[in-house]
Structures are given as structure tokens and as C-alpha cells.
């Protein structure tokens, strides 16, 4: 009797876990993009997160939004067939400070929970240093 249990568990455990349906699978690790320590001037602040449709029904993203304005997320607005990849724009606007926001999509994949994903991004956005001519003149003359 406990086998017959336990081989019904195992069955109907392993059929809720292969579900149908559309799924979302992201490339960068733990959803997250670096920006690293990024010069403000010299950045234009976006980035893309890479996805495929691992499932067996078309991926449609549904919404996508930033904790804030200081962040600008764009979606397909098709939907990605099995198979199929394709990417979340998001454009910082590179105040200077550390960059921690995070980004939420909305979703019709079975693989995430009520289909919503988290996007993070991190980093810190710097101010180049710019060097006033007559400093640098002096600063040559000195080593002279």
C-alpha cells in the first residue's frame, strides 16, 4: 500500500512539474546586470537582458516596470515563440551614485511565479574628472 502511495505521489508530482505552457529563461545570472563603475559621459546608460522561450507555447511579456523614473524599461511587443529569444531594453539615466533598481515583468510564463520576473541592475555611475588646463600646465612645470 505505501508503495502504491508513494508511486502516485512521484506521479503526480512529476506531471505539476512539467507543465505546458510558455517559459522564460534569462542569460545573465541571477537576473541581474552589472553596470560595474561606469563614467557618467562616457555611458549611454542601457543595457539588455537576454531571454528565451524555453516552453512549448508563445511567451507573451505583458507589462514591464522600474521601481522608479530614473529607469526606462522597453518590451517586445510581439510574443516570442518557442524557441525564440529576444531581450528587455532598459535605460538608465546615469545619475552619478550607485545604480541599485529593479525592474519587473509581467508575464504569461508558467516557470515564474504568477508569471512576474525581477530584473535588477546595479553598479555605480562617476563624474570624469576633468583637469583644468592651467592645473596641468603647472603640474608639468613642476615635475621640470
Known sequence: MKKILFVAFVMI??????????????????????????????????????????????????????????????KPTDAIMPGKSDFITVKYN??????????????NAVNAESGMVSLKIK????????VNPLEKKQSLMEKS
Open 123 to 130: 553598479g555605480e555611475v562617476i563624474v570624469k574628472k576633468e
Open 13 to 74: 508530482n512529476s506531471v505539476a512539474f512539467a507543465q505546458s505552457g510558455a517559459k522564460i529563461v534569462f542569460k545573465d545570472k541571477d537576473n541581474t546586470i552589472d553596470y560595474g563603475t561606469v563614467t557618467k559621459d562616457t555611458d549611454d546608460g542601457v543595457r539588455k537582458f537576454e531571454f528565451t522561450n524555453t516552453g512549448d507555447q508563445p511567451l507573451i511579456i505583458k507589462n514591464v516596470q522600474s521601481t522608479c523614473g530614473c529607469t526606462v524599461p522597453s
Open 94 to 107: 546615469m545619475n552619478p551614485g550607485p545604480i541599485r533598481k529593479t525592474i519587473t515583468v509581467e508575464t
